[in-house]
């Protein structure tokens, strides 16, 4: 049949004839192939509706029918519909075109279909004419995915992230789905193509990152896997450092942990470690190793290290060791733990504020087989809780439970005498006592009132202690008045915290507080030490 302004595209060896123009000025449906292989002209499926002057192009073996008179010389349609030579079927409710024009060129190249200027009048002497460039593409764009992770090793305790980057131009659009381990799906927004996916702190061990990518206008769907290992953080377990007098026993050997990240603590932390020391009771001036005699600690995120300490005998000649504050405090020599300051040689343990456990010890661990001790102190606004002189044999770090606790309750291994400011178990608003392994400091008490001793006065009070012959006497007196009250309590001390051990004091407050300080501390102990 003749016919002119028909759209000529090829599939294969096929050239397709379709639409037209006919002599009676009516567009048409035919569709016509010609097998330039065989030569001969086959007739096809009929287009959905009379088409003439459009534009016309192949991707794989779908022919695009775009644009075009739909009858005789009408106004041009902006509609598209699609050939596929497989089925020999039309099929429409394509995307249309941006603007629908007649007498196009067409080209197809890298997957795209190109439709070239055209003109909006069938008259090809009427109308305008433009020079856009229409551009449909049939089928997305490939896209990779490329997964950074930083840092490129990650341990335990260290933030994550992963940068994902996706591949073409211009830049993909859109978001990514993520999930870690298989939990729950999250999205992150792509920039210019990437986007950073911020994981938490993930326990040590294996873990597997699965990303996809939806497309987009002009990119297809895409995934990527990543599986990376979080290594175990170090922890350290370091045998702490001593020294005693030649003739005294070893005091308990302890470690402390150090390397614990992400808010952990000891509680992450099982098995055992034990420690041995080479120096014995005859052993002579000098230093000795303190070495882990097993290493059996165990945590689900950390690896250890044991790291020795050193034990220090010092000489024979002088078995009678001392600690001398009574000038005032300062810094050296203490281990202020829990917010416990030196300020204008005062020793202040607690400093108002409420729910405060405070301590501080002597560094380094001393004879207590016979000791005498005598120290000072100030309770300032006193309304609560109180402090305690305490005999520790962990380390000089320890810090107990704040409030009625008074900074000393559930300190184990440890002997401690009180001056009470509140009344928490029927003991009174003045009370002394003394108590083992850190116990909740209440009761059994005295109470100082009948004595005359009102902590809550502002007064400076003076303490004596004294251990000997396993009896241990503490006596508290008022500066200002000179009331005193004594307690006597019998009991080997050696049993509850060994021949040597830390020596200090501990303070608490609650919902009430109180400033409390020590103005002076002397102590001596030890087998050349008489008690007094």
């Not at 940068?163 to 830049?171: N, Q």
Request: charged letters at 10%; glycine letters at 12%; proline letters at 5%.
């Amino acid at each position: 049949m003749g016919k002119s302004q028909s759209a000529l595209g090829a599939f294969g060896s096929v050239i397709v004839s379709a639409g037209g123009l006919l002599n009676s000025g009516f567009a048409t449906t035919d569709n016509e192939g010609y097998d330039i292989t065989k030569n001969t002209w086959t007739e096809l499926a009929p287009l959905l509706s009379p088409r003439h002057a459009g534009c016309f192009e192949a991707y794989g073996n779908t022919l695009y029918f775009a644009g075009g008179h739909s009858i005789g010389n009408g106004d041009p349609v902006a509609t598209m519909d699609a050939y596929d030579a497989a089925s020999n079927l039309w099929t429409t409710g394509l995307p249309e075109m941006p603007y629908g024009l007649v007498n196009l060129a067409s080209a197809s190249l890298s997957g795209r279909l190109y439709c070239f200027g055209g003109n909006d009048a069938g008259d090809p002497g009427a109308g305008n004419s433009y020079n856009f460039v229409q551009i449909y593409q049939p089928a997305s764009d490939s896209t990779a995915i490329t997964l950074t992770p930083s840092p490129s090793s990650v341990t335990y305790g260290q933030a994550l992230s992963v940068k994902a980057s996706l591949s073409g131009s211009p830049a993909p659009t859109g978001s990514l789905t993520y999930t870690l381990d298989g939990g729950t799906a999250r999205t992150a927004t792509l920039s210019s193509g990437s986007a950073t996916l911020d994981l938490e702190i993930l326990a040590a061990g294996s873990h597997a990152l699965a990303v996809t990518y939806a497309g987009d206008s002009i990119y297809g769907s895409a995934s990527k896997s990543l599986s990376f290992t979080v290594s175990k953080a170090l922890l350290s377990a370091t045998a702490v450092s001593f020294s005693r007098p030649y003739g005294t026993a070893n005091p308990m050997l302890t470690y402390a942990l150090s390397g614990f990240v992400n808010g952990d603590t000891s509680a992450v932390v099982s098995g055992s470690a034990t420690l041995t020391a080479t120096a014995t009771l005859t052993s002579p001036a000098g230093t000795y190793p303190i070495t882990f005699a097993t290493e059996s600690l165990t945590a689900a995120n950390y690896t250890f290290t044991y790291v020795p300490g050193t034990l220090t005998v010092t000489s024979g000649s002088n078995q009678c060791q001392t600690i001398d504050y009574s000038k005032g405090f300062t810094t050296a020599g203490l281990s202020l733990n829990g917010g416990a300051t030196v300020t204008n040689k005062l020793l202040q343990l607690t400093d108002g504020g409420f729910y405060e456990a405070r301590s501080a010890f002597y560094s380094t661990a001393v004879p207590v087989t016979n000791f005498t001790t005598d120290f000072t102190f100030q309770l300032i606004y006193p309304l609560a809780d109180g402090i305690t002189f305490t005999i520790q044999s962990n380390n000089p770090h320890e810090v107990g439970q704040a409030g009625g606790g008074l900074g000393y309750a559930g300190i184990p291994h440890s002997v401690a005498v009180k001056a009470d400011l509140f009344d928490n178990n029927g003991e009174g608003f003045d009370s002394t006592g003394a108590y083992l392994n850190g116990a909740y400091p209440s009761t059994p008490a005295i109470n100082l009132l009948p004595a005359g001793i009102n902590l809550h006065s502002g007064h400076i009070f003076a303490v004596h202690v004294a251990y000997s012959n396993d009896v241990t006497t503490a006596t508290i007196t008022d500066t200002v008045t000179s009331q005193s009250s004594s307690i006597t309590v019998p009991g080997d001390l050696s049993k509850v915290v060994g021949d040597t051990a830390y020596v200090g004091f501990t303070g608490g407050t609650g919902t009430l507080t109180a400033v409390q300080n020590i103005l002076t501390w002397s102590y001596s102990g030890g087998s050349g030490c008489s008690a007094k």
